[in-house]
């Protein structure tokens, strides 16, 4: 594809429900990212997968959050028994290497709300 | 780990005026530093970085200043258009470690 894709858009779910959002990053990078934007503030590092390597979870604020990939392709972050603070933009990038100086290419988020 | 923050968190200027914002990092082992513009409802995009290596760097009418010693650096725009209106986010990264360590972020309004 032209860019990283996320899905859904939008999502609005009741607190206590369980939610899955998807990543699709740019064919052949092999560094993917999730972050998490609540208004207004800055970017926070969540989790982070480099090709076959054991992803970085340093940044997932709780065990209610977890994420998946499979192989260097498609990442699922899942946030269980949503909570209302977990409203917020979640972003995934992805960069070829994940090198560290290397571009993040940022998809264009899924906009959660917990109601 | 890092911190990173940033200021002013909003700014206005007249079209055609000059925007500085700054960032200040605490960890002196991080090396690279990337800056991100992120217009209303899209997503962040690399506009310039600069590495530890060099004291600036240019590009038209961006520039990013970096003060290693004083752990600061800053993205300067002249000739602002009303395009360059955004919000624009520093960041820092370490040359062990995967993460990107980022600013809160500005946001810049040029009045035509």
């Known amino acids: 594809g032209a860019g990283v894709s996320q899905s859904p858009s939008n999502k609005v779910t009741e607190k206590g429900k369980d939610v899955e959002l998807r990543c699709d990053p740019i064919s052949g990078h092999t560094a993917l990212y999730w972050y998490r934007q609540r208004l207004g503030q800055g970017l926070e590092f969540l989790i982070y997968f480099q090709g076959n390597s054991a992803p970085d979870k340093s940044g997932l604020p709780s065990d209610r959050f977890s994420a998946e990939r499979t192989g260097e392709s498609v990442s699922t972050l899942t946030i269980q028994r949503t909570q209302q603070e977990d409203s917020a933009v979640y972003l995934c990038a992805s960069s070829w290497t994940g090198g560290v100086s290397e571009k993040l290419f940022f998809g264009s988020g899924t906009q959660l709300s917990v109601l | 780990g890092e911190n990173v923050e940033q200021h002013p968190s909003t700014l206005s200027v007249q079209e055609g005026d000059s925007a500085v914002i700054k960032c200040t990092y605490s960890?002196?082992?991080?090396?690279?530093f990337p800056w991100y513009k992120q217009e209303l409802g899209k997503r962040p995009q690399l506009i310039i970085d600069i590495r530890s290596n060099v004291g600036e760097k240019k590009d038209q009418r961006i520039a990013v200043t970096l003060n290693k010693t004083a752990k600061h650096f800053s993205l300067h725009i002249t000739e602002t258009q009303p395009e360059d209106s955004a919000v624009y986010f520093c960041a820092a990264s370490r040359p062990t470690g995967n993460q990107f360590y980022f600013g809160t972020g500005t946001s810049l309004t040029v009045i035509p």
């Open positions: 960890d002196s082992a991080s090396n690279y």
